[in-house]
């Protein structure tokens, strides 16, 4: 009887310390560019914190601590920072039997240098919500990319990924070649389609794939777009964990900024199937944010856009082509105001196999000067689908290709995009695969800040140029046609027989017409 009384009493105690016992470990830390890098936040000025934020450290923990500490540092400097915001992470569904609860802490980071290595941890409490006892996270450090530059800057681009075995080659190859070019990586692109789902397993699939991939999240500034396996909720357990460049404006669904030679576009496509209510004010966002980055001004120091999103607008897959063409009426919208405004390069993912476009436009093969390879004064969008780091899911079988005449290259080996900024009049990009070689590469080069637009405004001008000749030409004709006819009624009447024409009347004298 005394033993059952004192393990009840243990039990008790347990419980006692287990609930005071609050779990502030920050997980999943990752990192972003912020509206610094926007030119166009002044525009949204009114929904900001600040205009002034060049990065945002994120991450999450399973209750409310209250005394996280980030510790931040460079070779001259060290702060102290509480978080900016500290959001409750709650979504729920029965349908799905699906309960998540935690929190996300972003810290709004400005006045940092750029090109600089920064150094960051946290410290936690190790008991309970105090700061009696603290512990000390391990430590990350980025360097932060300079906006303005004429220095070559390197990007990649992947998506379609989860923690599985099929992916870690390419993940592992992707860390790989990440450390190796360290401070030359500017930022991290992706496409949609993370973790397969985020919100599986109450939500477990998403934290185990944010914490697989924090190696890199936390190191180089990550810049994601949503896919269609990120619409639970509304894009809850992506928007919950990211906030991109006028997070406030546009949820995610549209941003933007700018580095170096390059205006960066990321757009949320997929939410205009959810919600095609939302398409006009889409429409809106991205045709100002083109005009902004084709005017002459932004043009001269940023001379290419580069736009990404997750689902195609072309595949020459037979697999895939169905799923893609039955969208594509209401892509056509935004692949006009893609040629309107001169938009460089396309980066896609959804299908499942890496696919690369000669320059292409409403289904059909544009001019360029070069090879396969060279692609110089492209007259429209060049496309890449970078789908491929790999999942458990299919990867497309190659026999299946429709060959358009636009399909430069495909390849389905598991691998990633890099994209290479080599100065104002030429980018690079390759498709690294996961035993470490480049199946395929080549460099956009143009002449003019605006291939598309010098062509059509030659169309235009020869078409001008042609209804001007052909009008003149049709008057010319006109003009002879109404001589011809009267001249040749004149001729007509004067042959009649009639009382002034002697020789018809017999007379044998001339009518003195001359």
């Keep these: 009887m005394i033993c059952l009384v004192l393990f009840v009493a243990f039990v008790t105690f347990l419980s006692a310390v287990n609930a005071d016992a609050i779990d502030c470990t920050p997980r999943q830390v990752h990192i972003g560019l912020g509206e610094w890098y926007t030119k166009r936040a002044a525009d949204f000025a009114k929904d900001l914190t600040s205009t002034n934020i060049q990065l945002r450290i994120i991450y999450l923990t399973k209750e409310l601590c209250s005394t996280n500490i980030l ?66 996270t391990e430590t990350w450090s980025f360097v932060l990319p300079k906006a303005d530059t004429s220095e070559s800057q390197t990007f990649v681009f992947f998506s379609d990924y989860d923690q599985s075995e099929v992916s870690q080659s390419a993940r592992d190859m992707l860390h790989s070649f990440l450390t190796d070019k360290k401070d030359d990586i500017a930022a991290v692109l992706m496409g949609g389609d993370y973790a397969y789902n985020m919100e599986d397993n109450n939500g477990r699939n998403g934290d185990e794939f944010m914490e697989v991939m924090s190696p890199i999240f936390s190191r180089w500034p990550t810049m994601p777009v949503a896919g269609n396996h990120e619409r639970f909720l509304d894009y809850a357990f992506f928007n919950n964990r990211f906030q991109l460049p006028l997070f406030n404006s546009t949820q995610n ?100 196999y890496y696919e690369r476009s000669l320059p292409v436009y409403q289904n059909k093969s544009y001019p360029f000067k070069g090879d396969n390879s060279n692609l110089r004064n492209a007259e429209a969008p060049v496309y890449v689908i970078e789908g491929i780091l790999g999942s458990k899911h299919f990867i497309d079988d190659l026999q299946h290709m429709t060959h358009p005449s636009y399909l430069a290259a495909y390849d389905n080996t598991t691998g990633f995009g890099e994209l290479e900024v080599i100065n104002r009049t030429t980018i690079r990009y390759a498709h690294h695969v996961s035993n470490g070689s480049v199946v395929d590469f080549f460099h956009l080069s143009k002449d003019t800040l605006r291939p598309f637009q010098s062509s059509g405004s030659n169309h235009y001008f020869a078409i001008l140029v042609m209804s001007i000749v052909g009008g003149i030409l049709a008057l010319g004709a006109l003009s002879f046609a109404v001589y011809y006819f009267f001249w040749r009624k004149k001729d007509h009447r004067q042959a009649l027989p009639n009382e002034k024409d002697p020789e018809a009347a017999g007379e044998g004298e001339t009518s003195g017409i001359i």
Excluded: C
């Excluded at 757009?267 to 209510?277: E, Y």
């Excluded at 039955?326 to 692949?335: P, R």
């Design 71 to 136: 510790h931040l540092s460079n070779e001259t400097v060290n702060f102290e920072l509480a978080p900016t915001s500290v959001i409750h992470f709650h979504e729920e569904s029965i349908a799905r039997q699906i309960y998540y609860d935690g929190y996300v802490y972003v810290h709004e980071l400005s006045g940092l240098e750029v090109s600089k290595r920064h150094f960051y941890s946290f410290s936690f409490p190790s008991e309970g919500n105090t700061s009696d006892s603290l512990n000390q």
């Design 253 to 352: 669904n549209i941003y933007s900024f700018d580095l170096g030679a390059v205006h960066f576009i990321g757009l949320n496509t997929d939410r205009l199937l959810v919600r095609p209510d939302t398409k006009e004010e889409f429409m809106g966002l991205l045709a100002a944010d083109l005009r902004f980055a084709d005017s002459d001004e932004n043009r001269a120091v940023r001379p290419w856009i580069v736009a990404y999103t997750h689902r195609p607008f072309y595949t020459s897959t037979e697999l895939a082509l169905e799923d893609v063409q039955m969208y594509y009426k209401v892509w056509a919208d935004i692949e006009d105001l893609f040629y309107k405004h001169n938009v460089d390069l396309f980066l896609v993912a959804h299908v499942h």
